[in-house]
């Protein structure tokens, strides 16, 4: 019955390659973020998508583009890793756009190399 | 950039003290949030303050909201060793906020 989970936990990599996180949500919400939280605990919100809608776009490299195939799931992709991408990644939702509570995943801890 | 500024960083209390965690921020919001984060976890919410409240309460949890400071402060009374945690504000206005959290620590 996980609301929000994200795979995978882990996810040790090489610089310069390309990896995804998947993200999916069963809460039935319209919106879905990504955060990225750095090593000093700094969160930071990256994309949001509200019914397959790109509403947010914070100033993030262009190497990092979100995917949404459908509302209940959105997957970040990473082209061209770097070692500053070496954080860990959040996918959260909430019931609308706007100022709603949001519900977090367990998080993504990408290290790269 | 961040919104919400907890104050203090780290705090360590003994068991069955209250813990109090600050907050400022610098801009209007819509609505003011605490999350919690254990460690190697996700968030969790805990509890929403409006700009127009001036206090919620939720279980242990008492949180408070001066607009005119840009100002909230959570209360965990009773802390119990669970409660080891760090402590996130959010601050929403057209987008979420969030500041870089108080790292409590409760002692058995």
């Known amino acids: 019955d996980t609301a929000v989970s994200q795979t995978p936990k882990y996810l040790v990599t090489q610089m310069g390659n390309d990896k995804s996180i998947k993200c999916e949500q069963n809460?039935?919400?319209?919106?879905m973020y990504w955060y990225k939280q750095d090593s000093k605990k700094f969160l930071k919100i990256m994309f949001s998508?509200?019914?397959?809608?790109?509403?947010i776009n914070e100033t993030v490299p262009n190497r990092f583009s979100p995917k949404s195939p459908d509302k209940a799931h959105l997957n970040l992709h990473i082209n061209s890793l770097e070692l500053g991408d070496s954080a860990v990644y959040f996918c959260?939702?909430?019931?609308?756009?706007?100022?709603?509570?949001?519900?977090f995943g367990p998080g993504t801890r990408l290290t790269v190399t | 950039s961040q919104q919400g500024e907890e104050d203090p960083q780290a705090l360590s209390i003994q068991e069955g003290e209250n813990a109090t965690m600050n907050c400022s921020y610098k801009?209007?919001?819509?609505?003011l949030q605490w999350y919690r984060q254990n460690s190697g976890r996700g968030l969790v919410h805990l509890i929403l303050?409006?700009?127009?409240?001036r206090e919620k309460h939720s279980g242990r949890l008492r949180v408070t909201l001066d607009t005119s400071k840009k100002s909230s402060s959570l209360l965990i009374t009773a802390s119990r060793a669970a409660d080891t945690a760090s402590y996130f504000c959010?601050?929403?206005?057209?987008?979420?906020?969030f500041g870089a959290g108080t790292r409590l620590t409760v002692k058995p």
């Open positions: 959260a939702s909430s019931r609308l756009a706007g100022s709603y509570e949001q519900y």
């Open positions: 809460l039935g919400h319209d919106t």
């Open positions: 998508y509200n019914n397959k809608e790109l509403i």
């Open positions: 801009t209007s919001i819509n609505n």
């Open positions: 303050i409006r700009s127009n409240e």
């Open positions: 959010a601050t929403y206005n057209n987008d979420m906020r």
